[in-house]
């Protein structure tokens, strides 16, 4: 007769090693970016961490997967302000999931277009500026796009269209 073969349990402890919550230096050497980033990211809100008895950053492994989505945000030049609101947007601040990830890339990929508009505007303005350097009001499209700004008195104003 064949002996029973013993059913396969979990193991009760995770593997040596492994360890649910990260210390600020592992979550930087994972994610990619320094130390002082993550305190940033902090400072501003985008990711949280918690003080164990020793009085040291600890941060769920969720974490790594929030800067890997800041990370891609700001390397397309979505401001911090705006990733902040849309992390906040999620339900109960969640770690964005593929689906989270799906919807956040898609408004961005809209924000980013509209800069692209602007940034080749702008381009196509300063092709009249090279060589030039009159900085003029009322002839130099960079300081005065359109002449928009005479409506709004003498002296510097913003160089955006709107
Ligand atoms: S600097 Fe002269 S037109 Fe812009």
Redesign the pocket.
Known sequence: MKPKMKPKMKPKTDPPGFHRELTVGEVAARGGVAVSTLHFYESKGLIKSWRNNGNQRRYAREVLRRVAVIKVAQRTGIPLASIRKALKALPGERTPSAEDWKSLSAAWRAELNDRIDRLTRLRE??D???G?????LG?????NPWDKLSAQGPGPRLLEPD
Do not use: K, N
Not at 132 to 136: A, D, K, P
Not at 139 to 143: E, G, I, K, S, T
């Open positions: 303005q300063l009249g500026c090279i030039c350097g009159c900085l003029s002839a130099c499209p960079l300081r």
